[in-house]
């Protein structure tokens, strides 16, 4: 699904990511992890062809991604930016509506319709189908907008959904509803690559972690192999005592108080 190897992307002398390799397949949802800049949000613009890599390649579906077109992509690829303000108002249903238009020319189909209806369904906002979308919090917003890129690949066999930091700025509820969305989709065929900022999140959903330092993968896996003592000192310099749960059979951190040196 996305392949990824050796891409690097500098301005000036400065590089912001620095010969990362890594790849998903369907039906995986991948956590990229790291320190505010490690090249985390870098990394996201270069998979959405926001911004080209000075070398390296990305293949999407095992062609280069500069094979695509904008609108190509979009017909099988949705982003969740990390910030979704919105100053004209629009009742929630047309906010989701916009996810389908790379499908349809001048007015959506009945099947356009439906889909809108049943990610709203899933996402659990078909209750505010005609309120304004201003007029909702801040995580009912997020699932609103959730509900829009789901809408937007949702009869896409084996899509493509990136996540800039879905739970930024969300209580624990909503940060706990919105990754189950991300992790149930992945577990329905799609590929799913979500910047994340809590460890222990990314440790609970994700089928496989990428762990960035200053531009570099540090390590790349199942949660099991990538979050350690070790690497979690290296990318953070924080030290912490690792836990592992039999339950969701992934380890789980808790920071100690020793200085990190």
């Known amino acids: 699904m996305i392949e990824v190897k050796n891409i690097s992307y500098s301005i000036g002398k400065k590089a912001l990511v620095n010969e990362v390799s890594f790849h998903v397949q369907p039906g995986e949802m991948l956590a990229i992890i790291g320190a505010n800049g490690a090249g985390k949000s870098t990394l996201l613009k270069l998979l959405c062809k926001e911004i080209k890599s000075d070398s390296g390649k990305i293949l999407i579906r095992n062609k280069p991604i500069e094979a695509y077109r904008l609108d190509d992509l979009a017909k099988f690829r949705s982003v969740l930016a990390q910030s979704n303000t919105i100053s004209v108002s629009f009742k929630v249903q047309e906010l989701i509506m916009m996810g389908r238009y790379p499908h349809f020319d001048n007015r959506p189909t009945e099947e356009d319709v439906a889909i809108v209806k049943k990610a709203m369904e899933e996402t659990g906002v078909l209750a505010f189908a005609d309120r304004d979308y201003n007029t909702l919090s801040g995580g009912e917003q997020q699932r609103v907008q959730l509900a829009r890129v789901i809408a937007q690949i949702y009869d896409q066999p084996q899509g493509i959904l990136f996540l800039d930091e879905p739970t930024n700025g969300l209580d624990i509820l909503?940060?706990?509803?919105?990754?189950?969305?991300?992790?149930?989709?992945?577990?329905r065929g799609y590929c799913v690559v979500s910047i994340l900022h809590d460890i222990n999140f990314a440790s609970r959903y994700a089928h496989k972690v990428l762990m960035?330092?200053?531009?570099r993968s540090i390590a790349f896996g199942p949660p099991r192999e990538v979050i350690n003592c070790v690497n979690i000192h290296h990318a953070f310099n924080i030290h912490v005592k690792l836990f592992s749960d039999e339950e969701y059979k992934c380890p789980f951190i808790v920071p100690t108080m020793k200085t990190a040196n």
Not at 177 to 186: C, N, T, V
């Open 212 to 215: 960035l330092k200053q531009g």
């Open 174 to 187: 909503y940060q706990q509803q919105i990754l189950s969305l991300a992790r149930g989709l992945a577990d």
